[in-house]
C-alpha cells in the first residue's frame, strides 16, 4: 500500500519548497564535492590523468543526464498518479521505469565499451591523456546499470514525500567515493583507473542503500506499460536536455577550446567542476518543483502550482545571484585551488570564471521554468526552450564571438544565448499557465 501524506497538497508553500528542494541541493552539493575532490586529486596525481578525464566527463555527463531525466520522468507521472489516487497506475510506472533503466543502462554500457577508444582518440592526440581517458571511461560503463537504477530509487522516495531518504540514496555513494579516491589514485597509484573505480563502488552503494528503503514502502506489484514509459520518456526529456545538452554542447566547446592550447582545456575543466556546485539552488528547486506541480495538478489545485512556481524562482535567481558573486569576488581562491598563483594556467582560470559565470544572471529562469513543463505534463515546451538555448542560440555564438574576441568571446557566449532565449521562455510560460486555466 502506497504510504503518502498528502502534504504536497496543503503544506505552506515556502516551506514546501524548502523542504523538497533542500535535501536534494546537499545530494547534488555532496556529488558537486565529490566532483571538485576527484579533480583535485587527479591534478595533484598528473595533469594527463586531469586532462583525459576532463575531455571525456562530457560523454559521461551525458550518460548520467539520461538517468536522471528517466528518474524525473517517473517522479513526474507517479507524483501526478498519487495526487489521483491511482494506486494501479504508480506501481506500474515504477515497474515499468526499472524495467526501462535496466534495458537503456546495459545498451550505453556495450557502446561505450565498444567505442571508448576511438571517442577519446577523437579529441587528444596526446598518448598519457589518451590512456588516462580511455581507463577512466571503461571502467565508468560497468556502474552504469547502479547509476540508473540508484536514481529511480531517489525519485520513487521524493515521489512519496521522504526527501531526506531520497538524499541519503544520492549522497551516500559520493560519500565513498570520496574517501575511496585518493586510496585508489595515491595509494595504490591507480590514477584515472582508481577514480573510476572509486566511482562504480560509490554507485553500487547507493543503489544497494535506495533498494533497502524503497522496499520499505511496501509497494504492490505493477504491470508493464508501453503507455506509461512513453509517459516517463516525455517528462524526463526536459531534464535529460537540461543536464545533457550542457555536457554535449561541451564536447563542441572541448575542440573549440583546444585550439587555445591543453592549458585553456585544464583551465575550462577547472571551471566546470566548481560550476556544477553553484548551480545547486537552480537544480535542486527545479527538481522538487517537478514534484510539487504534478502532484498538485493531479489535485486540481491550479494556484498551488503558481505559488510553488513564483517561490522557486525567487529561491533559484536569489541564490545564483549571490553564487555570480561570489565567483567574481572569489575569483583567484578557486583557481588556486588547482593550481598556483601565476603562469599561464592561473591566468586562464581567471579569465574562465569571470566570464563564463555571467551565465548565472540568467539561466535560472530557463532552468526552474522547465521544470514547471515537467510537472505540468507539458514536457514539450521545456524541450524547446533548451533546444533554443542550445542549438539556435549557443552554437552560432561559440564560434561567432570567439571567431571576433578568441577566448573572452567565447566564455560569454552562454551569457549570450541564455540572454536572447528569455524572450521565447517566458512566451512558453505564459501559454502553459493559459492552458491550465481553460
Not at 575532490?37 to 576532463?54: E, H, N, P
Not at 506499460?225 to 545538452?245: D, N, Q, W
Not at 558573486?325 to 593550481?339: A, E, I, K, P
Request: aromatic letters at 14%.
Amino acid at each position: 500500500m502506497i504510504d503518502t501524506t498528502g502534504r504536497l497538497g496543503r503544506e505552506n508553500m515556502v516551506t514546501l519548497v524548502i523542504r523538497m528542494a533542500v535535501p536534494i541541493m546537499l545530494s547534488m552539493a555532496l556529488q558537486a564535492v565529490y566532483n571538485i575532490a576527484d579533480s583535485l586529486f587527479l591534478s595533484r596525481y598528473s595533469l594527463s590523468a586531469f586532462a583525459g578525464v576532463s575531455v571525456i566527463q562530457p560523454f559521461t555527463q551525458i550518460i548520467i543526464a539520461i538517468a536522471i531525466g528517466l528518474g524525473t520522468g517517473l517522479a513526474g507521472v507517479l507524483s501526478n498518479s498519487l495526487g489521483r489516487k491511482d494506486e494501479k497506475s504508480a506501481f506500474s510506472s515504477i515497474h515499468s521505469a526499472t524495467y526501462l533503466a535496466l534495458v537503456v543502462s546495459i545498451f550505453f554500457l556495450v557502446v561505450m565499451e565498444v567505442f571508448s577508444s576511438p571517442f577519446v582518440h577523437f579529441f587528444v592526440d596526446d598518448r598519457d591523456t589518451y590512456i588516462a581517458g580511455n581507463e577512466y571511461l571503461r571502467l565508468f560503463a560497468l556502474g552504469l546499470p547502479f547509476v540508473f537504477l540508484m536514481n529511480n530509487f531517489a525519485s520513487i522516495l521524493q515521489s512519496h514525500s521522504q526527501s531526506r531518504q531520497a538524499m541519503m540514496v544520492q549522497s551516500s555513494g559520493c560519500l565513498v567515493n570520496i574517501i575511496l579516491d585518493p586510496l585508489f589514485i595515491f595509494t595504490f597509484d591507480l590514477g584515472s583507473l582508481g577514480a573510476a573505480l572509486a566511482t562504480v563502488i560509490g554507485f553500487l552503494v547507493s543503489t544497494i542503500l535506495g533498494y533497502v528503503l524503497v522496499r520499505r514502502l511496501e509497494l504492490g506489484k505493477g504491470s508493464f506499460s508501453f503507455a506509461l514509459i512513453k509517459r516517463i520518456v516525455y517528462i524526463g526529456l526536459p531534464t535529460l536536455l537540461v543536464s545533457g545538452a550542457g555536457p554535449i554542447i561541451s564536447i563542441v566547446y572541448n575542440k573549440l577550446v583546444l585550439q587555445y592550447g591543453v592549458e585553456a582545456m585544464v583551465a575550462y575543466g577547472m571551471y566546470l567542476k566548481m560550476e556544477s556546485f553553484m548551480f545547486l539552488s537552480a537544480s535542486g528547486v527545479s527538481s522538487a518543483l517537478v514534484v510539487i506541480a504534478a502532484y498538485n495538478l493531479g489535485e486540481g489545485k491550479i494556484d498551488r502550482i503558481h505559488s510553488a512556481y513564483r517561490v522557486s524562482l525567487v529561491i533559484g535567481w536569489g541564490t545564483m545571484l549571490l553564487g555570480f558573486l561570489v565567483f567574481q569576488v572569489f575569483t583567484g581562491f578557486f583557481v588556486r585551488l588547482f593550481t598556483t598563483e601565476g603562469g599561464t594556467l592561473y591566468a586562464l582560470g581567471i579569465l574562465a570564471f569571470h566570464y563564463l559565470s555571467f551565465c548565472f544572471l540568467i539561466s535560472p529562469f530557463n532552468i526552474i521554468t522547465s521544470g514547471l513543463f515537467q510537472g505540468l505534463g507539458q514536457g514539450f515546451r521545456g524541450m524547446a526552450i533548451i533546444a533554443t538555448r542550445f542549438f539556435v542560440f549557443l552554437i552560432p555564438y561559440s564560434f561567432i564571438l570567439s571567431h571576433f574576441f578568441g577566448l573572452k568571446g567565447l566564455f560569454l557566449s552562454y551569457f549570450a544565448a541564455d540572454l536572447t532565449n528569455c524572450l521565447h521562455v517566458y512566451i512558453q510560460k505564459r501559454m502553459a499557465f493559459k492552458n491550465l486555466e481553460v
